[in-house]
């Protein structure tokens, strides 16, 4: 699997978008990027993923460079209740197998 | 809709006692895992599962059994638990295949402390 780098940590303003930078540069063709937060105390909780094409869902966006080799989560609106820890995770899109989940970026909404 | 559940959420165990941790889930996955999250680490996996009654280990799995008679059921279990063992135990299920694969949906987690 791919290595990512993310900031270890970053605030934002409740209510602005909160972007989220993963760089991945060997990602390989078939590797998907997956991102996964965990609220404190909590399982890690599944946000998006992603090939090539930026994707949106009704938690964020995706936005992949043409490259590939980094992408960005943007949580449209941030509220107090996504201060977690984000993960962005490259592998390939087969199942099974373990995630590995680097040191994340931690997020802190702040009012 | 429950996803994944874990019980019991909480155990306090000592040194030598065994217990088993339950992991239930209800959205027909093929694949199950079971995780272990140590203070400010990351998750480690511990086995999985690919199927009903098929069961691999993972990077991390000395001191833990694991069994999946039912589909729907992975259970983890120490048979002489050690204080190395506490942590936080997180089960995760995802399909097999499809458009939703390798996507893993996971439990709240069991704390347990060994003393």
């Known amino acids: 699997d791919a290595k990512t780098t993310q900031p270890p940590s970053m605030d934002c303003a409740e209510g602005r978008a909160a972007n989220l930078p993963c760089n991945h540069s060997t990602i390989s063709g078939n590797e998907y990027v997956y991102w996964y937060r965990q609220i404190h105390s909590q399982g890690p909780q599944y946000i998006i993923h992603?090939?090539?094409n930026n994707e949106t869902n009704e938690m964020a966006s995706l936005i992949i460079t043409e490259d590939r080799k980094s992408s960005t989560l943007i949580l449209p609106h941030a509220t107090l209740r996504d201060t977690a820890v984000y993960y962005c995770?490259?592998?390939?899109?087969?199942?099974?197998?373990?995630?590995?989940f680097g040191g994340g970026t931690r997020v802190l909404v702040k009012p | 809709n429950a996803g994944v559940t874990q019980t019991p959420k909480f155990r306090v165990l000592k040194t030598g006692q065994s217990m088993t941790l339950l992991c239930a889930q209800d959205?027909?996955?093929?694949?199950m895992y079971w995780y272990r999250q140590d203070p400010g680490m990351g998750l480690r996996l511990i086995h999985y599962s690919v199927g009903e009654g098929t069961t691999a280990k993972g990077e991390v799995p000395d001191g833990y059994n694991v069994s999946r008679l039912k589909k729907q059921n992975f259970l983890l279990g120490l048979e002489s638990a050690a204080p190395s063992q506490t942590s936080v135990y997180f089960c995760?299920?995802?399909?097999?295949?499809?458009?939703?694969?390798?996507?893993?949906?996971f439990g709240a987690g069991t704390r347990l402390s060994v003393l």
């Open positions: 992603g090939l090539k």
């Open positions: 995770i490259v592998r390939v899109g087969a199942a099974g197998n373990k995630l590995t």
């Open positions: 995760a299920s995802s399909y097999l295949s499809g458009k939703s694969k390798n996507i893993q949906y």
């Open positions: 959205m027909n996955h093929e694949y």
